[in-house]
């Protein structure tokens, strides 16, 4: 299934593992829970996902005695999110096809897994070498934007000393903190952002609590949103947030009291140091079409001068429909410019006995597309063998790329896809570029675990110039 104007359409298939230890300790809870990795659609801007699963049941009490696995989302109030999608555990041969309707910006796509007892039970083989792997495998349907929105991923690991964490406590100030070094955010106007820690926060009970922050800012930027999650690994702790900057400042959540984050038990720190990771989209609004004009040094090459021919001009002599719309063009131009309409002309198929189809036609190469635009208008190069088009949309796309759109074009450009090869080279080039230079790229798990293992291979080889 493709994207269309009106609705994009994102494949996703990943796995989350969690240690048998870590669900036990919840066995007992109300609403305890483990989150796991949260992960990016490549080309729904600001869809964040993840599994959560709580082992005795959730909310309701009819629901305790039960373990429940969640598909969990982040996305926007301003389009409904749906999901087709497969839920499974391989090794215990449990699998559900489910269909959710995501509609507000936190999203729960739910599904009773089995009683608590069964789901523990060794003979039921949930587990294997003491963890659970539950994959889901499925697709993404996302209302388009009415707004152009720009957005761009951030990624930073912050590790910190734990001697630091203690001297912070030592200060006078109950809200001492300590901060990480700021990132730039690239697409944007002199926006940084960098994290923050306070790990003694009193709260209104006077205990001594930490807090984790995103730090934004905003530059010559009015409003940033941006859906993110914080990390510690050790800790299995996983933060899910979505916030909008309006100036500079920060957000974010409780990690723990002050207590457990020093507390060996608790596994925050490891090794003397506590090490969070950070990852997300920042969005903004704003115009973010490709203009057909001089800056970007490529000019379409099909301008259409056949046209000027008196033997073309005499005659419009097919018909083209769009929507209710109707308009007269020229069958030999279309014979021109595409070996697949030559064809199907020259066949005699129904379109060329009534003279009459719906496509898109033009004279001039409309002046703005916005990227899933100008996939959808490569398609239909591709389609109807129109090399024109192809080429200039091709190179359109090469000029274009980034850390955002990357991921996207290596999945369109494939040659397990429509095979343009210098688009999928050029691709992999910037990829390695980016994982070079330590660039955040959008959507980058979702890659073929093959091509990332490629990828990475191919970092560690210097490429040199001639003497």
């Known amino acids: 299934m493709e994207s269309s104007l009106n609705e994009i359409v994102c494949p996703f298939e990943n796995e989350w593992k969690f240690h048998k230890s870590d669900l036990m300790d919840l066995k007992d809870s109300e609403n305890g829970c483990l989150k796991g990795k949260h992960f990016y659609a490549y080309n729904i801007p600001g869809l964040q996902y993840f599994i959560a699963i709580y082992p005795n049941g959730y909310a309701e009490e009819d629901r305790r005695?039960?373990?429940?696995a969640f598909l969990c989302i982040n996305g926007s109030n301003e389009r409904k999110i749906s999901a087709e999608f497969t839920l499974s555990v391989e090794s215990a041969n449990y699998s559900k096809n489910l269909n959710y309707?995501?509609?507000d910006i936190i999203g729960w796509g739910k599904e009773k897994i089995c009683k608590i007892d069964e789901f523990f039970d060794p003979k039921n083989n949930f587990f294997v070498n003491g963890e659970i792997t539950i994959k889901v495998k499925g697709i993404f349907k996302s209302q388009r934007l009415l707004i152009s929105i720009i957005f761009t991923p951030i990624s930073m690991q912050w590790k910190i000393k734990e001697e630091n964490l203690r001297k912070s406590i030592k200060k006078e100030s109950n809200s001492a903190s300590l901060c990480s070094k700021s990132m730039n955010a690239p697409s944007f106007s002199d926006v940084k952002y960098y994290l923050s820690i306070c790990p003694n926060e009193i709260n209104d009970k006077n205990q001594s609590e930490t807090f984790l922050y995103l730090f934004v800012q905003t530059g010559k930027e009015k409003e940033i949103g941006i859906v993110f999650d914080f990390s510690i690994d050790?800790?299995?702790?996983n933060c899910d947030l979505q916030y909008v900057f309006e100036k500079n400042e920060g957000w974010g959540p409780r990690l723990c009291s002050m207590k457990d984050l020093f507390d060996p038990t608790k596994k925050y720190i490891v090794d003397g140091y506590l090490t969070i990771n950070l990852n997300g989209i920042m969005m903004a609004e704003k115009n973010q079409l490709f203009e057909s004009n001089s800056k970007n040094n490529i000019q379409p090459k099909f301008n259409?001068?056949?046209?000027?021919?008196?033997?073309?001009?005499?005659?419009k002599d097919f018909k083209i429909l769009i929507e209710e719309k109707e308009a007269r063009v020229h069958k030999k131009l279309l014979m021109n410019v595409s070996s697949v309409l030559k064809g199907m002309f020259e066949s005699g198929m129904k379109e060329s006995i009534e003279n009459k189809m719906i496509i898109l036609y033009g004279t001039n190469v409309i002046k703005e597309f916005s990227l899933e635009e100008m996939l959808l208008l490569y398609r239909f190069g591709d389609k109807y063998e129109i090399k024109h088009i192809m080429?200039?949309?091709?190179?359109?796309?090469?000029?274009?790329?980034?850390?955002?759109n990357v991921v996207q074009l290596i999945k369109f450009s494939s040659p397990d896809a429509l095979n343009v090869k210098k688009l999928y080279q050029k691709c992999i080039d910037f990829f390695i570029k980016c994982s070079k230079e330590s660039t955040p790229i959008s959507g980058s798990e979702s890659l073929d675990e093959k091509l990332l293992a490629s990828i990475f291979l191919k970092t560690l080889r210097p490429v040199v110039d001639t003497l």
């Not at 050790?234 to 702790?237: E, I, L, V």
């Not at 056949?306 to 033997?311: D, E, G, T, V, Y």
């Not at 080429?391 to 955002?404: A, R, T």
């Open 65 to 68: 005695g039960e373990t429940w």
């Open 101 to 103: 309707v995501f509609e």
């Open 234 to 237: 050790s800790a299995n702790f």
């Open 304 to 315: 259409l001068k056949i046209l000027a021919s008196k033997s073309v001009i005499d005659a």
């Open 391 to 404: 080429d200039w949309v091709e190179g359109y796309l090469i000029k274009e790329m980034s850390p955002s």
